[in-house]
């Protein structure tokens, strides 16, 4: 079993900016990729972004150009940089991890519990 457990969201006002965090725990051989999704209230989950163990990133559309994210392998964690928010970033945010326990494993998906992001003045 993997734990990921994120942190950092909280109430900012428009143009404000946030640094969310996620630190994956457990039974981790490799972790493939973590990610970042949010779902604000009625809407379904959607993707912000994402990054393989090699750097690579994907960014939903909405968010390119001001978010950011980051990943330290060493520490199993993600980061999100989220610059210049606006009252529809408003949603909670949860990171994602696809991990393997063991070589032999297939990657598994682990969700974080979420953490709240309230842009507003």
């Known amino acids: 079993q993997v734990q990921l457990v994120d942190s950092g969201g909280g109430l900012v006002q428009p143009g404000g900016s946030l640094r969310l965090s996620c630190a994956a725990s457990?039974?981790?051989?490799?972790?493939?990729?973590m990610g970042w999704y949010r779902q604000a209230p009625g809407q379904q989950r959607e993707l912000v972004a994402t990054?393989?163990?090699?750097?690579?990133?994907d960014y939903a559309d909405s968010v390119k150009g001001r978010f950011t994210i980051s990943r330290d392998n060493a520490k199993n964690t993600v980061f999100l940089q989220m610059n210049s928010l606006k009252p529809e970033d408003t949603a909670v945010y949860f990171c994602?991890?696809?991990?393997?326990?063991?070589?032999?494993?297939?990657?598994?998906?682990?969700w974080g519990q979420g953490t709240q992001v309230t842009v507003s003045s």
């Open positions: 457990g039974s981790i051989f490799s972790i493939l990729a």
């Open positions: 994602n991890a696809v991990s393997r326990a063991t070589m032999f494993d297939s990657p598994m998906l682990y």
């Open positions: 990054v393989t163990t090699d750097g690579s990133s």
